[in-house]
């Protein structure tokens, strides 16, 4: 709680980062990983090798971009940084063990940004009254050009949750229409994805199972329902919450995949035109 609090008060972090919630959600990450170091290694083990899988399928190498680069914990910076011109760190703050991380590189730069693009629409939905959630407007960098190499680091299925926590706070929204947002804020992050001429390493969540003490599922919740997802190229368990973490009887295990998609190809081996590449994979369902 201590280390939590100072976290929050000591961290350079944009006003609608803390108003919205995000820092807070960051901050717990950053704790959920103290609990439970061990458990998590095989996880970020993979995640590492697919990320540095999806690297090696790079011919150019100026720039690359970590989007929900968060605590670092699943990012081999040394290797980014050695590999690239340029490695841009892209998350709604970040917490100082990640700052003296990148200080260690030169060619490392960290920026504070809601890629989803709802934030601000949340804040002043709040402050007008609005009865709905706001449309996920992402913004395209302005150095995306530059950009050989994209990860999408865990965050897809994120990024609707602090926005929903928030919103509870604000207004009611009923469970089809709390999906709905959830769903528009994941299609629209794949479409902005493809919106890079860049190698796409991403990795998410599809599914959570709760398994009781005996190992039997007990129940299972998708991640991101009504989205089609990419070919993936790998895919592992994640035992995300031991027992004691979300309850004394039951643990979740995440199921993970990564999809590495080129230039130019669709993720299935099959090649776009030049004008749809990604989009006949990335469609919604
Ligand atoms: C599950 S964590 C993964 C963090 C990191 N990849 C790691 O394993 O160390 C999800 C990350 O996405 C970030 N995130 C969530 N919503 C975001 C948004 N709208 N814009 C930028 N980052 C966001 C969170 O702050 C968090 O760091």
């Known amino acids: 709680m201590i280390a939590e609090a100072l976290h929050w008060a000591l961290t350079p972090a944009p006003a609608w980062a803390r108003r919205a919630g995000y820092l807070t959600e960051l901050i717990a990450i950053q ?112 150095d995306h050009a530059s950009v050989d190499f994209l990860v999408s680091a865990n965050v897809l299925s994120q990024l609707a949750v602090t926005p929903l926590r928030f919103l509870s706070r604000h207004i009611v929204l009923s469970r089809d229409e709390a999906l709905r947002f959830a769903a528009d804020v994941a299609r629209a992050h794949l479409a902005h994805l493809r919106q890079f001429d860049a190698v796409c390493c991403l990795i998410t969540d599809t599914r959570r199972d709760f398994l009781s003490r005996d190992g039997a599922v007990h129940k299972t919740e998708e991640q991101l329902p009504g989205i089609v997802l990419p070919a993936h190229d790998r895919s592992w368990d994640w035992e995300i919450a031991p027992p004691g973490e979300i309850s004394p009887e039951y643990s979740v295990r995440a199921r993970m995949l990564c999809a590495t998609i080129l230039p130019g190809n669709d993720g299935q081996g099959r090649q776009n035109g030049a004008a749809g590449r990604l989009d006949t994979v990335w469609r919604q369902a």
């Not at 061990?38 to 995640?47: F, G, K, M, N, V």
């Not at 690297?55 to 680069?69: E, I, K, L, P």
């Not at 200080?103 to 601000?120: H, M, P, T």
Request: proline content about 7%; overall charge positive.
């Open 31 to 142: 704790a959920q990983y103290g609990r439970w170091r061990r458990q998590w290694a095989p996880h970020l083990q993979e995640s590492k090798d697919a990320i540095r899988a999806a690297m090696a399928r790079c011919a150019t190498r100026r720039h690359a971009m970590v989007y929900g680069s968060g605590p670092l914990l699943d990012i081999q910076l040394a290797e980014l940084a050695a590999n690239f011109e340029k490695v841009t760190l892209v998350d709604v703050a970040h917490l100082w063990p990640a700052r003296l991380a990148a200080r260690r590189f030169s060619n490392v730069r960290l920026v504070a940004r809601d890629i989803s693009g709802v934030a601000q629409g949340l804040l002043e939905g709040a402050a007008q009254g609005a009865d709905g959630p706001p449309r996920p407007q992402p913004n395209l960098p302005q």
